[in-house]
């Protein structure tokens, strides 16, 4: 089959090439792949720095964690899904299931888990195998997505359902409450549709001018309310202007840059507030202010993010279910699967939003 594939470890070993069929074993299904996400954390696949952790790997490893597709084979021991049905994969590929995460739900955070995609062959291919211990042991990791939802939409779940987690089951944002988003890339921009959907007050998009020509439209049709560049020396100030008395209730990080941003966020949330780190980066941050004490002093909440639950999936699946989730202004482009790289270079240039490839388009 075809596969978007790592063939070593390190930078431009990324190839569009043939690879083995996964084998379906007895408690095992394979997805027919019918669609493929392309997330920013796949560009370090291309362009480096690679994790350490792929120095041992074996290749060919096929990439790709956000996906969806239909069952094109059953294990003879699996009775909960029949060839044919529509599902989508949070990409779970292994839990140890008996950790604390595991034992009460958190899956994401068993410290032994394995990603499809990034630990194990995925889904940036014609198919790919889920296996039964998974299936097994977190039996939700794989499902059935609504009739209403097509396939392009389904392969994007992961990001969304990261943030409904954040505003929602993390922030605790009520309606009428004021949220400021850093970021406006897929996660910042999904962030923005949940806080539309919660009628949040003020929606207030904090972005750099790199990213506006292609995004900032794509916020306003969303719903933010205010868009802010990232460089301006009174974005504190002026983010306490839009906000007035009532003030910022929950600061959302879906940028890859940290350095400012915590300081920022603490001196914008109103006492009580709430922090949530969705995105990340990959090298040290040095604060020129410690802002502990005054997280302290006001009481803000520092949160953790990783992912999403099961809560995130069923509410989110249900909400499109309903006709409340529009994906179209945030998925920019779809592509065959052969044109991954084109999607790789048009995500790092800022030129769209989630890029889908489509593994039919090259049959």
């Known amino acids: 089959m075809k596969a978007v594939a790592k063939t070593a470890y390190g930078p431009f070993h990324l190839e569009y090439t043939d690879v083995p069929n996964p084998v379906c074993g007895d408690n095992d299904i394979v997805l027919k ?10 560009m370090p696949l291309l362009y480096g720095p690679d994790e350490a952790k792929y120095k041992n790997y074996t ?3 096929v990439i790709g964690h956000e996906f969806a597709g239909e069952v094109y084979e059953v294990g003879r021991n699996v009775t909960d ?8 994969s949070d990409n779970t590929g292994y839990v140890c299931g008996h950790c604390p995460a595991c034992e009460t739900g958190n899956f994401l955070l068993c410290p032994e888990r394995k990603g499809i995609g990034g630990d194990m062959d995925g889904g940036m291919a014609e198919y790919v195998r889920i296996p039964g211990v998974v299936l097994q042991r977190d039996p939700a990791s794989i499902r059935r997505i609504p009739d209403n939802m097509p396939f392009e939409h389904a392969a994007v779940m992961d990001p969304i359902c990261n943030a409904y987690k954040a505003i929602v089951q993390e922030a605790k944002v009520l309606p009428g409450d004021n949220v400021v988003i850093y970021g406006n890339g ?3 921009l999904f962030s923005v549709l949940i806080a539309r959907l919660i009628n949040v007050a003020r929606i207030i998009v904090i972005g750099t001018r790199r990213s506006a020509p292609t995004r900032n439209p794509i ?4 719903g933010a309310t205010d868009i802010l560049m990232a460089d301006d020396p009174d974005i504190v100030g002026k983010v306490k202007e839009i906000c007035g008395e009532d003030g910022v209730a929950a600061v959302i990080n879906c940028a890859s840059r940290s350095a400012n941003i915590l300081p920022e966020a603490v ?3 109103r006492p009580g507030g709430a922090f949530i780190m969705v995105g990340y980066t990959r090298t040290a941050v040095s604060y020129e202010e410690d802002p502990a004490d005054l997280m302290g002093h006001k009481g803000v909440t520092f949160i953790g993010h990783m992912g999403y639950d099961h809560t995130s999936w069923r509410n989110t699946l249900a909400l499109y279910r309903e006709g409340r989730v529009n994906m179209d202004p945030i998925v920019t482009h779809k592509l065959p699967l052969s044109k991954w790289r084109e999607g790789f270079e048009m995500f790092t240039n800022r030129e769209a939003a989630k890029v889908v ?3 039919e388009l090259d049959r």
Do not use: F
């Open 33 to 42: 792949v019918k669609a493929a996400g392309i997330c920013g954390s796949d």
């Open 59 to 61: 290749y060919p490893m």
């Open 81 to 88: 899904w029949k060839v044919g049905d529509r599902v989508v």
């Open 186 to 188: 897929p996660l910042g």
């Open 219 to 222: 916020c306003e049709e969303l």
């Open 267 to 269: 001196r914008m949330l």
């Open 357 to 359: 490839l489509l593994p």
